[in-house]
C-alpha cells in the first residue's frame, strides 16, 4: 500500500468503530497532561530546567521523586498498551479496555524494551544526528513486535524490528510526512486535535506494521 492508501484504510478503521477508537487514547492523554499539570502546579520546573538552585519542600522533594518514576516507568508501560490496543484496532477487532494496561502485567520485559530503544536513539543522537535517526526508524516497529509475541526477548525484538524496517525506513517516513498536515494541525490547536489525530496516526502506523510484516512473511515463503 502506499502512504495514502493506509492513511485511507486508517480512517476507515476508525470510523468503523467510532467513539470506541478514541477513548483508549484519550485516557491516556488525560492521565499524562494531568500527571503533568499537578507537576506545573506544585514543582517550578521551569527553574529546574534552567539548572537554577531551587529549594524545595519535603512535599516537592516527594512529588518531584513520585512524578520522575511516572515519566520514567508508567508513561513507557502506557504507551506500549496505546501500541496494543491500535494494532488490534487495525486488525479489525475491538480491544477490551483493560488492554491499554497491558505493559504493567509484564512490567519488566516492556520496560527494558523501551530502555534498551531509548539508550540507542540517544546514543546514536550524541554521536551524530543520523545515527539517531537510524536507530529511530529501524527500532520504530519494537512494541507492534513485542504485542505479537511477549514471551520473545526485548532484544529479540529490536533485531527483528531492524530486520522488518530494512528497506522500510524510508516508506515509514513518507507515512509520517503524509501526516505534516495533521501534525500542524495538533500545534495549531495546542494539542487538542490530537484526540482525532493521535488514534487516526496510530492506527495507520499499525496498518504499516502489518503491510511490512506480511511482505517479509512472503519473502521468508519464497526462500523456505
Do not use: C
Amino acid at each position: 500500500m502506499t502512504s495514502f492508501e493506509l492513511m485511507k484504510d486508517a480512517k476507515e478503521t476508525r470510523k468503523a468503530f467510532g467513539r470506541h477508537a478514541i477513548w483508549p487514547y484519550l485516557v491516556f492523554l488525560f492521565l499524562t497532561a494531568a500527571v503533568n499539570a499537578i507537576a506545573v502546579g506544585l514543582l517550578p520546573l521551569a527553574d529546574i530546567a534552567r539548572g537554577m538552585e531551587v529549594t524545595l519542600s519535603p512535599a516537592q522533594n516527594i512529588f518531584k521523586v513520585l512524578y520522575t518514576i511516572f515519566n520514567a516507568v508508567f508513561v513507557p508501560l502506557m504507551l506500549f498498551g496505546v501500541y496494543r490496543v491500535y494494532l488490534v484496532f487495525a486488525r479489525m477487532q475491538r480491544p477490551a479496555f483493560s488492554v491499554l494496561f497491558d505493559g504493567f502485567f509484564n512490567f519488566i520485559r516492556v520496560w527494558i524494551l523501551f530502555f534498551l530503544k531509548t539508550m540507542m536513539i540517544g546514543i546514536g543522537l550524541m554521536v551524530f544526528i543520523i545515527p539517531g535517526i537510524f536507530f529511530f526508524y529501524s527500532t520504530a516497529m519494537t512494541n507492534f513486535i513485542f504485542s505479537d509475541d511477549e514471551d520473545m526477548q526485548p532484544w529479540t525484538a529490536i533485531s527483528k524490528s531492524f530486520r522488518l524496517m530494512n528497506g522500510n525506513r524510508f516508506r515509514l517516513f513518507k507515512l509520517q510526512l503524509s501526516f505534516i498536515g495533521w501534525f500542524l494541525l495538533v500545534i495549531a490547536t495546542l494539542g487538542l486535535a490530537l484526540i482525532y489525530v493521535g488514534p487516526y496516526y496510530m492506527t495507520a502506523l499499525a496498518k504499516f506494521y502489518d503491510e511490512i510484516k506480511r511482505e517479509e512473511e512472503k519473502r521468508l515463503a519464497v526462500k523456505g
